[in-house]
């Protein structure tokens, strides 16, 4: 089954494709979590910033959080809607005093109650400088969520100087949109580039690789079709070049021994030519007689001398017409030469002629052989 013909050229744009679909790919995952992770952090610092301001004015003021009896405190509150209005990325801020209870919270939903913010628990239980923001989903948006705690005068009764404890809600609609743009506008520089390269690279195989491949075949297609004197141009230094040295030093030793396989042909007929006319106009008889002894050629004086036509003649053997008291002596010297104990021999035999008297001749015989020194007839 004959295979389908593929330009190298389509084949090697297929290959730098696939491996640019795949390099873009993995290029594009990595810049869009790179986008995403650089755009959480900073949310997160704006977060951070928040809560670092609020610790400020509490260290200021710390009677807005220290206070024995829970008391809704107005000053609180409005400061911590100051801080989102100012943070356009902050949706929520809520404030736990050390018993867990909300002193503050820009949604006046839970102000009053026990915070359910696990983060908040544990912060105030196990405080730390520094806690894992947590990003959730709520009515389909995600948010951001930063806890610290605030620390004030230490509490000997407590052995703590953790005085409560701010959590601030971010949404990250906008962000995400951000990041979606930013991903957007490098997806499509990226897409634009690669399909730039991919042009130029085509460009680059079609003069570069293809076309002066395509002259290659095409001169060894003549020289196939026996027209050794075609030759490849050549103009350019790269491998394409080397091969069309390769194709023209071919066609030049293809060429010459073109010309002296003709000059052989030309002398070998030439000889058989004068073996043919000295055969057929010897005086003397002549014949080609193959190793079973049959007659393969015979001369018109071979003819003439045992009265035999030359068609008759080829349809018998040496031995049916030799003298039955001379074919031992005849096949004893043939399987000598056939051993190669002696090069030629000659003896007196007698033939009986198609009229059935006897002729007497003076038979000479030498081997041919060929070029492996194999016999191949008598002469």
Not at 29 to 57: C, H, K, P, W
Not at 140 to 153: D, E, K, M, P, T
Not at 329 to 355: C, N, P, W
């Amino acid at each position: 089954m004959k295979r389908p013909f593929t330009s190298l050229t389509v084949r090697a744009l297929l290959g730098q494709i696939t491996g640019l679909i795949i390099t873009a790919i993995v290029g594009l995952l990595i810049l869009y979590f790179g986008i995403r992770a650089q755009v959480y952090d900073n949310i997160r610092t704006s977060g951070l910033a928040a809560v670092e301001m609020l610790e400020n004015v509490l260290k200021e003021d710390p009677d807005l959080i220290q206070i024995d009896v829970f008391i809704y405190n107005n000053a609180l509150n409005l400061a911590i809607q100051k801080f989102v209005a100012d943070f356009p990325s902050v949706t929520r801020m809520s404030v736990v005093d050390y018993r867990l209870r909300v002193v503050a919270d820009t949604d006046n939903l839970q102000t009053g109650d026990i915070t359910d913010q696990n983060a908040l628990i544990e912060i105030m239980r196990n405080p730390r400088e520094d806690v894992a923001p947590l990003l959730y989903t709520r009515s389909g948006q995600n948010y951001l969520r930063v806890s610290q705690a605030i620390h004030g005068s230490y509490d000997p009764v407590r052995d703590s100087d953790v005085i409560g404890a701010v959590s601030v809600d971010m949404s990250m609609s906008q962000a995400e949109r951000r990041i979606n743009i930013i991903f957007f506008q490098a997806a499509t520089a990226l897409i634009l580039l690669f399909a730039f390269q991919i042009g130029l690279q085509y460009l680059f195989l079609r003069n570069s690789v293809l076309t002066p491949l395509r002259g290659l075949m095409r001169v060894a297609q003549q020289i196939g079709r026996g027209q050794l004197d075609t030759r490849a141009p050549i103009d350019i230094i790269n491998e394409l070049g080397d091969m069309g040295h390769a194709i023209n030093n071919m066609a030049a030793s293809l060429e010459k021994q073109n010309a002296e396989r003709k000059q052989a042909e030309e002398k070998l007929r030439e000889s058989e030519e004068r073996f043919k006319g000295a055969f057929d106009f010897s005086a003397i008889g002549m014949s080609l007689v193959s190793l079973d002894g049959r007659w393969l050629g015979v001369n018109p004086a071979l003819c003439q001398i045992v009265g035999y036509s030359e068609k008759e003649l080829l349809t018998k053997t040496f031995q049916e017409i030799t003298h039955p008291d001379d074919l031992e002596t005849d096949l004893a010297y043939v399987r000598q030469i056939l051993a190669g104990e002696i090069l030629a021999y000659k003896m007196e035999k007698r033939y009986f002629h198609k009229s059935g008297h006897v002729v007497w001749v003076l038979l000479s015989v030498s081997l041919v052989r060929d070029i492996q020194n194999q016999p191949l007839y008598f002469v």
